[in-house]
C-alpha cells in the first residue's frame, strides 16, 4: 500500500528544517505553470524507476516524496518505484494544489492546460466523432463510428477502476505538454490541443455525406442529360460489370491527383456528378477529393449492385 502525506505534515517538515526530497511528476508544461518551491520535475513518462532505486538504496537517503496535481499520478509513481524495490516512497495528498492551499511556497510560470482538462476535451472530441460517424448510416464509417465511441468509453470504464489512463499518458508525450513557453497569455498548449480537436471536428462536419435524393431522381437527371454517374472503384472492378452510360474515375487516381484538364475531359463542371463505389464508401472520399475542386459532386449511399437492383441498366466490359 503506497503511504500518503497530508500538505500540512509536509509543510511542517519543511519548517522545521527536515530534508524533503520532493519529485513532480507532472508534465513539463504542467510544473512551469506551477510548483511546490523545493520540487524537481520528473515526468511520470520518463521516471526511471529502476535507476532511481538503485542510485538511492543503501546511500542513506531518507523518504521520497512524489507529488503531481491531485495525487492520481504520484500514487503510480510510488507503485513503480515500489515496484523497482524503493520502500521509502511517500504521495503528498490532494498534489499541488493542495500544498499551495497548505501555505507551501511555490513558483509560478506561464499559464498552461492541466492534462486531466486535455483528456476530458480528447476524450469527449472523440465520442463526438464516433456519434457523428455513427449517425451517418454508411458503411464502415457508421460501424466505426460505433466502434470508436464504444472504445473511448470502455476505456474510461478502465480508467476509473484501475486509476490508470492510457490516454492521459499518451497525451503527456505530445509536444506541447513538453514546455509551456509561447509568450502570451494562451498556452501553446491550449493553442496546439484547441487546433487540433477543431481541426478533427471540422473534418467531420466538412466531410461528404451520402446524398438523400431518391434513386429515381437520379435516374431521371441523367437521362435528361443534367447529371452523369462517376464509378470510382478499380479498373479491374469496372471490367466485371459497370453501369451503362456511366465513367470511370478511379479513386486511386484521384489521391494521387489527376491534372485539372485531364478531369475536365471526364467530369463536366457544368453538371451534377453521382458518383458510386461498392459499397458506398470509397465515393465519400472521392467526393472529399472533387469538391474543393468546383464539382457539385453527390455520394450515392447505394453500392453497384444496389444500383443495379434499383434499375439502372448495367454494362459489362469482358476481361482480356
Known amino acids: ?56 538504496r543503501g ?10 496535481r491531485s495525487g492520481g499520478r504520484s500514487r503510480q509513481a510510488c ?14 495528498e490532494g498534489g499541488t494544489s493542495a500544498c499551495e492551499s497548505a501555505g507551501l511556497p511555490v513558483v509560478r510560470g506561464r499559464k498552461t492546460m492541466s492534462l486531466e482538462r486535455q483528456v476530458r476535451i480528447a476524450a469527449g472530441a472523440l465520442v463526438v466523432i464516433g456519434a457523428a460517424l455513427a449517425a451517418s448510416d454508411v458503411e464502415p464509417l457508421d460501424m466505426i ?55 478533427a471536428t471540422a473534418a467531420v462536419a466538412t466531410a461528404a455525406a ?17 447529371a452523369v454517374i462517376v464509378d470510382v472503384r478499380e479498373q479491374r472492378e469496372w471490367q466485371q460489370g459497370h453501369l451503362a452510360g456511366a465513367r470511370l474515375v478511379p479513386l486511386s487516381a484521384l489521391e494521387r491527383g489527376l491534372p485539372a484538364e485531364q478531369l475536365a475531359r471526364v467530369l463536366p463542371k457544368d453538371k451534377v456528378i453521382y458518383c458510386h463505389c461498392a459499397y458506398g464508401g470509397r465515393c465519400l472520399e472521392a467526393a472529399d477529393i472533387l469538391r474543393p475542386l468546383g464539382y457539385d459532386v453527390r455520394p450515392l449511399a447505394s453500392g453497384y449492385d444496389d444500383l443495379v437492383n434499383a434499375g ?8 482480356r
Open 59 to 68: 546511500n542513506g537517503h531518507g523518504p521520497l516524496y512524489l507529488i503531481c
Open 145 to 199: 463510428g460505433l466502434g470508436l465511441a464504444g472504445f473511448v468509453g470502455a476505456g474510461l470504464v478502465f480508467a476509473g477502476i484501475t486509476d490508470t489512463c492510457g490516454m492521459a499518458m499518451l497525451i503527456a508525450r505530445m509536444p506541447w505538454n513538453q514546455r509551456a513557453g509561447c509568450g502570451n497569455a494562451t498556452s501553446c498548449s491550449t493553442r496546439s490541443l484547441l487546433a487540433g480537436l477543431l481541426a
Open 79 to 92: 507503485e513503480k518505484l515500489m515496484a523497482a524495490g524503493l520502500g521509502e516512497v511517500v504521495s503528498v
Open 312 to 319: 439502372f441498366p448495367a454494362a459489362v466490359t469482358p476481361l
Open 1 to 56: 500500500m503506497v503511504a500518503t502525506i497530508t500538505p500540512q505534515s509536509l509543510a511542517e517538515k519543511m519548517r522545521q528544517g527536515d530534508t524533503v526530497e520532493l519529485i513532480d511528476v507532472r508534465t513539463p508544461a504542467e510544473f512551469e505553470e506551477v510548483h511546490v518551491e523545493s520540487a524537481r520535475n520528473v515526468p511520470l513518462d520518463r521516471l526511471d524507476a529502476s535507476g532511481l532505486a538503485a542510485d538511492r
Open 210 to 226: 451520402p446524398t438523400d435524393e431518391p434513386l429515381p431522381s437520379v435516374r431521371a437527371a441523367v437521362a435528361a442529360g443534367k
